[in-house]
């Protein structure tokens, strides 16, 4: 079964959105950018009001932490605010997810509303008689018809997403890493899959969906044999995640135009919808004790990680021209998807031999013989990068991680985001540094003291860590 839909990239640029939301250079602050956001309702949307919601407001380092931030709107930005995300768990979440009200534009119907944003990625959605302000708790979330989402489904994705470039007149942390790339001759190509997976129920009883990215080139170099890099969604995600959130195609794109990575394909599975659910576990007492335990987490990814050693990989080796060594294979998550590669690391170990772990949930602590390294020697072979948010509430469990790791001398390399809470904008900063720094270098990692990176948020001066 091979039914591609495909989405091009090119459709995506900055200002390719036609009469809809666009961006704006203005020369004037707080950021030297505004999005028009122009929300145009269909005949059966009969809104009394509409909030412009999506991304959390901003805190600075001074003001914010685990449990607090201050939720300053777009309009009060300074240079070094960021977008920060509570989790519902901890501190003032309201604060931080107030929505914008729009205004409605008599002569048009539409809704507009003009926002100042810095550079980098932005997740939104209008949220159509919201009376609570809060635009988590709307009842009605509706993608921008002007820019739909990057996905294999309608609904997949419940959010649009905006990229603004940097302005260093009014900016100091430059994010244009994410940016389609200019050239649109040498951008790659998107498009989602579906595979035979029996057991599985979505999107059709025995088939799952996935997606792949090709670079620019592939195809046009007869005999060529590409490294893959499987990249996990978190929970309550899916296979089109790391497309339309975290915009990777347009990362993978620059690294690989500017010699930074060797062309690479990547292929984003979804752990849901398997025939088998977390829910499982999490509604299970007697599973649940192990859930939190983490062994309930290892349970339920083994049981993914055999499904897709049964029906995924294969699809992808048969279909794909990739590298049938594991020194050209990777595996990469975010939260529940740390989990799960994780999972793999522990128990695949030497299928792949890169692995990058992003906020894991909690990881075995250190001490349980999964990391012992005299019974699994492999773990010093591979390369590992971890990291997490500073304001992120993974934040402990990454740390405690890396103890257990350290532990057992295996090396390792780490990418901590000091603006980052547990949100897309992290995970962006972790692969980035990854795929810029680590993937496909000799393996370990971690084993120099010292080398050269260039700082990701600070327009391309070079430091030495
Ligand atoms: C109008 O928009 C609403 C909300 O997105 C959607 O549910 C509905 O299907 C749309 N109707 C038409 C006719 O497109
Ligand atoms: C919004 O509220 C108005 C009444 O104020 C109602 O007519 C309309 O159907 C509501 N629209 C949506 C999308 O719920
Ligand atoms: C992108 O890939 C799909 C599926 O592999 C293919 O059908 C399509 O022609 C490609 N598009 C471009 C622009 O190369
Ligand atoms: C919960 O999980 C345990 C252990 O696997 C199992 O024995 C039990 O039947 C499950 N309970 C329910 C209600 O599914
Ligand atoms: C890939 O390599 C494995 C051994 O590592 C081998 O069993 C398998 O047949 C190979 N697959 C292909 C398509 O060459
Ligand atoms: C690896 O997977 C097998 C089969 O699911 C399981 O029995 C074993 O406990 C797993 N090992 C680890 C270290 O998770
Ligand atoms: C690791 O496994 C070896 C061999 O079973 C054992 O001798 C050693 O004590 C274990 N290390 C730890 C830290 O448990
Ligand atoms: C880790 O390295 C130290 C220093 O070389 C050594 O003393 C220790 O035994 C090693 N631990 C393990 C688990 O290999």
């Known amino acids: 079964m091979h039914i591609p839909k495909v989405i091009s990239s090119l459709t995506l640029a900055v200002g390719a959105l036609g009469k809809g939301t666009a961006v704006r250079k203005t020369g004037k602050g707080p950021t030297g950018y ?26 600075d380092s001074l003001h914010g932490s685990l449990s607090k931030t201050d939720g300053y709107s777009p309009y009060e930005w300074k240079s070094d605010m ?36 810095p550079s980098g990625t932005w997740l939104y959605a209008y949220y159509p008689n ?25 609904g997949d994705q419940l959010l649009s997403a905006i ?40 999107p059709y009883p025995n088939v799952h969906d996935v997606g792949v990215y090709l670079p620019y080139e592939y195809g046009k170099i007869p005999n060529k044999k590409y490294p893959v890099l499987y990249l996990s969604n978190g929970g309550q995600g899916s296979d089109s995640d790391w497309f339309q959130q975290a915009q990777i195609h347009n990362i993978v794109d620059r690294l690989i135009n500017a010699g930074k990575l060797e062309p690479t394909i990547l292929i984003t599975p979804n752990w849901y ?15 649940q004790a192990e859930y939190l335990d983490v ?69 075995p602590s250190a001490g349980d013989q999964q990391y012992n390294a005299t019974i699994s020697p492999g773990l010093r072979d591979v390369g590992i990068l971890t990291g997490a948010g500073f304001y992120d509430t993974t934040f402990n469990a990454a740390r405690d991680w890396e103890t257990a790791l350290a532990a057992e001398n295996v090396t390792y390399l780490s ?51």
């Open 34 to 59: 505004v999005v028009d956001f122009v929300f145009t309702p269909n005949s059966t949307t009969h809104a009394s009001s509409v909030l412009l919601g999506g991304f959390p407001l901003f805190s």
């Open 82 to 117: 960021f977008s920060m995300r509570l989790s519902p768990d901890y501190g003032n979440e309201a604060d931080n997810l107030a929505g914008l009200e729009m205004t409605h534009n008599e002569h048009t119907g539409d809704w507009e509303i003009t926002v100042p944003l």
């Open 130 to 154: 919201c009376t609570t302000g809060n635009w988590r708790n709307c009842d009605v979330a509706i993608v921008d018809p002007s820019n739909l989402p990057i996905e294999a489904f309608a």
């Open 163 to 202: 990229q603004l470039p940097f302005d260093r007149e009014f900016q100091v942390n430059d994010y244009d890493w994410q940016l389609p790339l200019e050239d649109i001759s040498k951008r790659g190509n998107v498009s989602f899959h579906r595979y035979s997976s029996p057991g599985s129920t979505y």
């Open 273 to 287: 919808d398997l025939g088998f659910t977390l829910e499982e576990y999490q509604t299970n007492a007697t599973l």
């Open 295 to 363: 062994v309930g987490y290892s349970r339920f990814f083994n049981k993914v990680r055999e499904n897709f050693f049964s029906y995924l990989m294969p699809w992808v080796n048969e279909n794909y021209d990739v590298s049938n060594s594991s020194s050209n294979r990777a595996f990469g998550g975010l939260a529940l998807g740390g989990t799960l590669t994780l999972a793999m690391l522990f128990n695949a170990t030497d299928y792949f031999s890169s692995y990058c772990i992003m906020s894991p949930t909690p990881a």
């Open 415 to 465: 990418h901590y985001s000091m603006s980052g809470a547990h949100q897309w904008s992290t995970w962006q900063e972790i692969v980035y540094v990854y795929l810029k720094e680590a993937l496909w270098k000799p393996v370990p990692y971690g084993r120099k003291t010292s080398f050269n990176q260039v700082n990701p948020l600070s327009g391309g001066v070079p430091y030495r860590r």
